[in-house]
């Protein structure tokens, strides 16, 4: 079946401590982001990437990193989580320019206290 | 109707009814629209889209319609169901900034029996 994979589905953490949220897709799509969502806003776009190796920030990097080692795999990675990143986090690939129908992981919910 | 980056406005439409869901976009330079539905506890899930050299384009239930002269997009559902119940969000790309999606936050349709 043609899907989006978050890991984990629920995370709780403290501050500081480094965590990395995994996603994978199984579509040989070449792009691949991840977003935050927040009660009354929209979908923020935090990083893209348009292929392997090739990452750029979204509208609100700050305090995140990602990785594009493999078509595959596109991990979000906190180094120093802080409170104010506990949010809904959902990862999405799409096969890129030209056919840009984006599709979503079930989501990350992640609380840092 | 909701606008890119707003509030959450709600929509009660009773079961069998014709559904409209509205859109405000600001970039004249977006080409590409794409409607998502997302239910509690899910990740969205995509129901129509649209390119900016369409007016109108329909799907199973649904039609979407493109106004680029007020740059309003709004999703039309026919004879609405229970399941219909979810948000509604949509979403713009614009040629100037590639991979970027920009996403409203949605409308809440309740449908009532």
């Known amino acids: 079946e043609a899907q989006v994979t978050q890991n984990p589905r629920y995370l709780i953490t403290v501050t500081g401590k480094k965590l990395t949220v995994t996603c994978s897709q199984n579509?040989?799509?070449?792009?691949m982001s991840w977003y935050r969502q927040d009660p009354g806003l929209g979908l923020r776009q935090i990083y893209y990437s348009m292929n392997v190796e090739v990452t750029d920030k979204g509208d609100v990097p700050e305090g995140y990193k990602v990785s594009r080692k493999e078509k595959r795999n596109f991990p979000l990675i906190l180094e120093s989580p802080s409170p104010n990143q506990t949010s809904l986090y959902f990862c999405?690939?799409?096969f890129g320019r030209g056919n840009e129908k984006l599709f979503f992981g079930s989501g990350t919910q992640l609380s840092v206290l | 109707g909701e606008s890119v980056g707003l509030h959450l406005p709600t929509l009660s439409v009773q079961e069998g009814d014709n559904s409209i869901i509205n859109c405000a976009y600001s970039n004249s330079a977006s080409d590409y629209f794409i409607w998502y539905k997302q239910e509690s506890g899910k990740g969205p899930q995509f129901i129509i889209d649209i390119r900016s050299n369409m007016d109108k384009r329909q799907g199973q239930r649904v039609t979407v319609l493109l106004n680029k002269t007020v740059k309003h997009l709004s999703l039309q559902i026919a004879a609405t169901q229970p399941g219909d119940s979810a948000v509604y969000f949509c979403?713009?790309?614009?040629?100037?900034?590639?991979?970027?999606?920009?996403f409203g936050a949605g409308t809440q349709v309740v449908v009532t029996p």
């Open positions: 979403a713009e790309k614009s040629t100037d900034s590639w991979g970027k999606f920009q």
């Open positions: 579509m040989n799509h070449e792009y």
């Open positions: 999405a690939s799409s």
